[in-house]
């Protein structure tokens, strides 16, 4: 990729081992992907990999954060983004945003318009997309929503800290390391009664959907000996505190869990979990123009994500025939369940096709089950015509 601003910057390719599954059963023959905020491009590079296998190699476009320090910052991020949209839409079209994301894909929205004011009033255009939001940013009404958006965000800072302790950490650990010998569906029920205040399931779907990313392919087999040894013997405590329905001491084991794993957890946000040498970077230099440009991009992209002009563009974009989906996580602490199905109020789409919780795992599972993330991904897409 090379990028304007006062000198070229060299993106070495991208070459992915992934073969695409031996049944590519997606409707939508391209997807793009736009990472949750601080994701890499060494980060990210799983989830690419994940939905590689339900489209194929070559037919999904991933990009990183803006809000992230580690890679150069992308002046032209937008446009590229823009560019893939006009492109692909009207053959068909899978957008997925998470979080912060959805501000970014916001504002690539903004640059089809500037190009072609009438781009989504063409039906040829709108009757093959599809957008799927992940706990998007931007979806939060009134006066006091960029104040709780903040709240909620430097909340989750804070769960992420390395010196936080938390259960939501634990959380993201059972989700990357599954423990041994304990049905997904089993663990997913006795983290719900170990922590109901931070569960959003309600027993009553009328107006929701359950999803699940359980799947075979995890991060257990890239951990050492040692480690594994370790996550045996945790499996052993957490299937007796299940069995005995003794929730407290669940609750402490989840602690200890993501304690336990915080570094491995830590490698895989970083994307160098898996790799026997350090992630190579995209650009070896960069101007303090396109430095300049990235970052301009980055405030402007922000403050989209805190106000509700996100959530009204995706309301309108829905309105012209767009399929529309809201994805939350069951301890996501971002955005809430209650406030995606309050999107589709009045809308033509009923919130119980359009609003999807993800069970068992918090806001950053995407990374932690690229996998079972891929083929949750999918399987929206073949509900879309079913």
């Given at each position: 990729?090379?990028?304007?601003g006062?000198g070229?910057i060299?993106?070495?390719?991208f ?8 049944e590519?059963v997606?409707?939508?023959p391209?997807c ?5 905020g601080k994701?890499?491009?060494a980060g990210?590079?799983?989830?690419k990999?994940?939905?590689e296998k339900?489209?194929?190699?070559g037919?999904?476009e991933a990009?990183n954060s803006v809000?992230?320090?580690?890679d150069?910052q992308?002046p032209?991020?937008?446009n590229?983004?823009a560019?893939?949209?006009q492109?692909?839409?009207k053959e068909?079209l899978?957008i ?10 916001k504002k ?9 004011r009438?781009f ?6 709108t009757?093959?997309l599809?957008?799927i939001?992940?706990?998007p940013s931007?979806?939060l ?5 960029p104040?709780r958006?903040l709240t909620r965000?430097v909340r989750f800072?804070?769960e992420?800290?390395p ?5 939501l950490?634990?959380?993201?650990a ?7 010998g304990i049905?997904?569906e089993?663990?997913i029920v006795?983290l719900r009664?170990a922590?109901?205040?931070l569960?959003?399931?309600?027993k009553d779907?009328?107006?929701f959907s359950?999803d ?10 890239h951990?050492s000996?040692?480690?594994k040894?370790e996550?045996?013997d945790y499996?052993?405590?957490?299937r007796?505190a ?12 989840v602690k ?7 570094k ?5 946000y970083?994307?160098?979990f ?6 190579i970077?995209?650009?070896t230099r960069?101007?303090i123009l ?9 405030m402007?992209t922000?403050i ?11 309301a309108?974009?829905e309105?012209k025939?767009?399929k529309?989906d ?5 301890y996501?602490v971002l955005m809430r369940l209650?406030?995606a199905?309050a999107?589709f109020n009045?809308s033509?789409?009923?919130a ?8 068992g795992?918090a806001?950053?599972f995407p ?11 999918k399987n929206?897409?073949e509900?879309?015509?079913s």
């Open positions: 990729m090379s990028e304007p006062g070229e060299q993106t070495p390719p070459k992915s081992e992934v073969q695409p599954s031996p590519v997606n409707l939508k391209h793009l992907f736009i990472s949750g994701g890499t491009n990210i590079r799983g989830i990999e994940g939905l339900q489209y194929g190699v037919r999904v990009f809000y992230n320090f580690e150069p992308n032209n991020r937008f590229e983004m560019d893939f949209i492109e692909h839409a068909g899978d997925v945003a998470h979080s912060l994301g959805a501000a970014e894909l690539a929205i903004d640059k089809v318009k500037a190009r072609d009438e989504f009033e063409n039906e040829e255009n009757k093959n599809h957008i939001l992940i706990a931007g979806f009404k009134g006066i006091a929503g104040i958006f965000t800072a804070r992420q800290s010196k936080s302790n938390t259960l950490r634990g959380i993201d059972l989700t990357a390391f599954p423990p041994e049905a997904p089993d663990l006795a009664e922590m109901p205040e569960s959003q399931y309600q779907q009328k107006s359950l699940a990313v359980a799947s075979k392919d995890n991060f257990v087999s951990l000996d040692a480690q040894e996550i045996a499996s052993a405590l957490i007796s299940i069995e005995n329905r003794n929730y407290d001491v669940l609750r402490d084991l200890e869990y993501g304690e336990k794993f915080r491995p957890l830590a490698e895989i970083a994307g160098s898996e790799l026997e040498e350090e992630p970077l995209e650009a960069i101007s396109s430095a300049m440009g990235g970052y301009i991009g980055l402007n922000l989209k994500g805190f106000g509700s002009k996100t959530m009204e563009e995706f309108d974009l309105r025939g767009v529309l809201l994805v939350i996580s069951e996501d209650k406030e199905i999107f009045g033509s789409t009923d119980s096709q359009g609003v999807h919780l993800v069970q795992v806001h950053a990374a932690l089950q690229a996998i079972g993330f891929g083929e949750m991904i929206l897409g509900n879309e015509v």
